[in-house]
């Protein structure tokens, strides 16, 4: 009943900026952290940033100072503003959230959103 969906993904230049949305719907009672991951062909799935309440942001090495990772805890959305884009963040971006559900809220579930592309390419 919980569900995360991603939008802003798409074809973007070298250099250019980019933002991407995440909103979660459904019986939430209460969202931890917040994140973003990336997936490109032929690797694995990686860390790009994450908003923790209480604990702050956290950036991968690669994208500190070009990305900038925000949140709308009454909105349940989390963004991504992807500034300085280079071709290799070109990738599958996914979606992450803790979140605890009404009837259960004392217990936290990792919930993935399906994923948006981003291509960055001239």
């Known amino acids: 009943q919980v569900q995360l969906v991603e939008s802003g993904g798409g074809l973007v230049q070298p250099g250019g900026s980019l933002r991407l949305s995440c909103a979660a719907s459904?019986?939430?009672?209460?969202?931890?952290?917040m994140g973003w991951y990336r997936q490109a062909p032929g690797k694995q799935r990686e860390l790009v940033a994450t908003?923790?309440?209480?604990?702050?942001?956290n950036y991968a090495d690669s994208v500190k100072g070009r990305f900038t990772i925000s949140r709308d805890n009454a909105k349940k959305t989390v963004y991504l503003q992807m500034d300085s884009v280079k071709p290799e963040d070109t990738a599958v971006y996914y979606c992450?959230?803790?979140?605890?559900?009404?009837?259960?809220?004392?217990?936290?579930?990792?919930?993935w959103g399906q994923g948006t592309q981003v291509t960055v390419s001239s």
């Open positions: 459904g019986s939430i009672f209460s969202i931890n952290t």
């Open positions: 992450n959230a803790d979140i605890s559900s009404f009837g259960n809220s004392r217990s936290f579930y990792a919930y």
């Open positions: 908003s923790s309440n209480g604990r702050g942001t």
